[in-house]
């Protein structure tokens, strides 16, 4: 059967880095290990709540780095963040 496409060997491979955290109940800015282009990049869970970007909504990114909660994550709370990234292939 013929296969239509690029060989699976030159095609990218999608990476992705994952930061936890635990809230204490007065931090709001958390530092990710791998940089983001933007908020709508990142996948922010607490408590398994999936969190909405935006200035209105959860949480903001104000540096490639710098995750930003409108509201501190309470005492406990479990975060985690999947951060994706799209790396070329290496052929």
Do not use: C, H, W
């Amino acid at each position: 059967m013929a296969y239509i496409g690029k060989d699976p060997i030159n095609i990218g491979t999608g990476l992705f880095s994952q930061d936890t955290f635990t809230g204490d109940g007065s931090t709001t800015t958390f530092t990710l290990t791998q940089a983001a282009a933007s908020a709508n990049d990142l996948t922010v869970v607490v408590n398994n709540v999936r969190q909405e970007p935006g200035a209105s909504k959860s949480y903001t990114l104000t540096a490639p780095k710098s995750l930003v909660f409108n509201v501190a994550p309470a005492a406990a709370d479990e975060i985690y963040v999947i951060n994706p990234t799209q790396v070329d292939s290496i052929v």
